[in-house]
């Protein structure tokens, strides 16, 4: 059955209580804040104090080898190698096949040992993302849907353009922010994503889309395909609010960097939030060279109440207030991402009001088209309506202004569409015209 979007004064259910206070708990959280709780959301002030990261449902008792840090390999596989009387050169040769040659099988490693082969193999599993549906934009834009270990599934995009190529990739199963516009939202929340899971999205588009990243210090650990000039970038714009899952995100972020892992330099990675502003500083004490953006899409907090419920937890002051200290720390610019709502959020004082809720912060401002949802009452502007209101905001405010072209359209682009609308394909009518159960 479709899970129902959740009311924004409630944690939805999931498997994760990481972070996650009790009912109890919650309404204590809330009467003392007066705005709602979500998993992961209990503030550190910029100090890590979250457990470790999950492991990863793979189906089976194997462990995902992607849940192991990089940097990690050697002591998780000494006791293996010492069994089988194998060198421990060999931990290398297993982390140029994960992140260099992208392997998802054991038996592709031939350059180890069969035995070796067949050791890991039973203990480990090098992918529990299986795809299950694609689309291919008339834009070039391709969206996945994946089925995870535990049968959820999720969504990744890969967006190439003329001069560089975008994995969108997602951080939850669902959302439980439920922004009015958004189509991850109505799937509901169901839980985090693992580090391995997350760091497997990335292995998977590259290997279907990418081919082989970079030269390597050592040519013959290199498949057989011809290298591309383009590196993707990353952002964590995808199915649910990255700040939610910090437990699983900056062990990911940090396997995604690390030069043992899939080497992605810090400044290709964007993570976009819709305003967790205490966790704001945790990310800009992690790595202070990712990007950050912010899901803005209103200048006052009586209409992005609306639009963002979180906003009710973390109102436009408080989430400022992190974003000037972002800035100030890391010294590099804020992206402010404003969905286009005609007749919603692009009235005649909201220039002036974005204006004076930016103030002096080093910003940049992309207007982004709404992607029609199902059920949902908003409608999509013209061109010429977009062109319009990106003109009065360069008269306006004091930062750069760019409207971002509709991608993916034609195939449900917004994140969530094509798993929305695979849910609404399997439900029987009546369901469909009560809006799904």
Known sequence: MRARAPSPTQIPAGNDVSAAPTRGSQRASQSASHGPSWPGSNPTNGRRSSPGPQPTPTGSDRRHLLDVPPEAFEAELQPLLSELSERPFRTRQLRDWIYRRLAVSFDEMTDLPERLRAALAERYVLTSLTEVDRALSSDTTEKFIWRLGDGREVESVSIPTAAKLTYCISSQVGCPLACSFCATGKLGYTRQLTAGEIVDQVRTLLRLTHGVRRAHSSPATLPDRTPTSREPNLVFMGMGEPLLNLRNLLPALAALNSELGLQFGARRITVSTAGVAPHIADLAAFNPQIKLAISLHAPTDALRDELVPLNRRYPLARLMEACREFARVTRKRITFEYIHLPDVNDLPEHPRELRDLLGSLPAKINLI??????????????????????????????CSVTLRRPRGSDIGGACGQLELERRHAKLPEPLLALGGS
């Open 369 to 398: 088209p709404y992607n029609p949802v199902p059920g949902v009452a908003y409608r999509a502007p013209t061109l010429a309506e977009s062109e319009a209101y990106v003109a009065r905001l360069r008269r306006t405010v004091p």
